[in-house]
């Protein structure tokens, strides 16, 4: 009967030094061991949270406002910092700081811009040399289906809190929302109906439309 071979790996119990498969049930035993290890990991991390942090140079966020006769501007801001914690795989916390100072029109022919971001920028409407951060938290989610949930959170506009709900949802890295706020409810009062009467066709819709597009 021929000798059997030593074991190359030298993980072996037999005390001749030949290949009983020893080192193999190590293996699969750490193998094991390591794959708990991973799972117990991801289930603390979907437990306890998530915190993911905004890309602000690759995120965006467009605004869009109607006047009565279906004329319409559209522009940017730009985001400041921002957060999301994920709790469950659904968004749980966040909160995003807008930079007005960054109020851009994009409708308008270039000459013509400056008017309007100045005016948008005015005591008229959002007031920005006295409040230059507008802020969103969020507070809570429900899901809508894997990729998409109800999110309830509290907007501050002009220094006022109001709380909002909205949809977000998720594509791959990134995460879309689209927001309506009642500007009169923030004190902004140009051409509000809710304010003047007998506006006529000079009334400006209070319903702001906000979509944003937000990198992690």
């Known amino acids: 009967m021929k000798d059997r071979p030593k074991c190359k790996c030298g993980n072996t119990s037999n005390p001749n030094g030949y290949c009983d498969g020893s080192h193999l049930n190590k293996n699969n035993k750490m193998k094991k061991k390591n794959i708990f290890l991973i799972v117990s990991m991801l289930i603390i991390t979907m437990s306890y949270g998530q915190t993911l942090t905004l890309d602000i140079n690759k995120s965006q966020l467009k605004w869009k406002g109607k006047e009565i006769t279906t004329k319409e501007h559209y522009g940017s801001l730009v985001f400041k910092s921002g957060y999301l914690t994920l709790k469950n795989n659904k968004p749980h916390s966040g909160k995003f700081i807008v930079d007005m100072t960054s109020l851009k029109n994009e409708d308008l022919p270039e ?19 006295k409040f230059p951060e507008s802020t969103l938290e969020i507070k809570s989610s429900s899901k809508i289906d894997k990729s998409e949930f109800e999110v309830k959170g509290e907007l501050t506009i002009k220094g006022i809190k109001h709380s909002i709900s909205f949809t977000m949802k998720k594509n791959n890295d990134e995460w879309k929302s689209n927001l309506v706020f009642d500007r009169s409810k923030y004190d902004v009062r ?27």
């Open 111 to 129: 000459d013509y811009r400056g008017r309007l971001e100045g005016h948008l920028k005015s005591d008229d409407f959002f007031s920005i040399d």
């Open 190 to 216: 140009f051409r509000s109906g809710t304010f003047f009467e007998n506006l006529g066709d000079q009334l400006i819709y209070d319903d702001i439309v906000i979509e944003t597009s937000l990198i992690f």
